[in-house]
């Protein structure tokens, strides 16, 4: 069982905002930083987000992270059909001394 | 770059052995530690461990007992071996880095599927 809690689905239609939550304990989320992966169907995850909210060069700026005590949300706004995928929070964890994932979102655009 | 190889069948209760050969660049460089992390079939990711080129390594409490990984520098590779292995352990296994200053995992290799089954 992931210590990271995510939703196990998502799901929006071309153009809307959705996020995904990603709830922690102060072991991880709520001392560390957190990162966000997306894993397209078949490949291997991508880095998305770093630092709770930088998006390295390249991702577009519709992708965006936040975080707050223990908890911490990806959103993607102007929802593309190419977006759906599978999305992984991350976050190093004190308790574990080592980095955990979260359980994964389905991100389905309709 | 980085590329996983290995077997993609092991028999119950035997040792899986995968390395990962980096390319484009030195293992040594010591901006990185060299991970395994692996997904089960429809599950999410599981970081298993890391080494550094040092060879200190790092492991998931919950493998620790069955895991070694290893470094070769020579070769610009590192290793995993997971020992008495089940059909739990069945997952793709990614090698990536885990970046030293920045903590994320980037690059990652393509993933390999290992099949425990008799």
């Known amino acids: 069982q992931s210590v990271l809690t995510q939703p196990p689905s998502a799901s929006g239609t071309p153009g809307q905002r959705v996020t995904i939550s990603c709830s922690g304990s102060s072991s991880n989320i709520g001392s560390n930083y957190v990162y966000w992966y997306q894993q397209l169907p078949g490949t291997a995850p991508k880095l998305l987000i770093h630092r709770n909210n930088q998006r390295p060069s390249g991702v577009p700026d519709r992708f965006s992270g936040s975080k707050s005590g223990t908890s911490a949300s990806l959103a993607i706004s102007g929802l593309r059909s190419e977006d759906e995928a599978d999305y992984y929070c991350a976050a190093w964890d004190d308790s574990l001394s080592g980095p955990k994932f979260g359980g994964g979102t389905k991100l389905t655009v309709l | 770059q980085l590329q996983e190889s290995g077997p993609g069948l092991v028999k119950p209760s035997q040792t899986l052995s995968l390395t990962c050969t980096v390319s484009?660049?030195?293992?040594?460089?010591?901006?990185?530690?060299w991970s395994w992390i692996r997904q089960r079939p429809g599950k999410g990711l599981e970081w298993i461990g890391h080494?550094?080129?040092?060879?200190?390594?790092f492991h998931n409490p919950s493998l620790k007992s069955r895991i070694s990984i290893s470094v070769d520098t020579s070769k610009n590779q590192f290793s995993l071996q997971l020992s008495s292995v089940t059909a739990a352990d069945t997952a793709v296994y990614y090698c990536?880095?885990?970046?030293?200053?920045?903590?994320?995992?980037?690059?990652w290799g393509q993933g390999t599927l290992v099949t425990v089954s008799s």
């Open positions: 080494i550094y080129y040092s060879g200190n390594t």
């Open positions: 484009g660049g030195s293992i040594s460089n010591g901006g990185y530690y």
């Open positions: 990536a880095g885990y970046t030293v200053t920045d903590n994320w995992f980037d690059p």
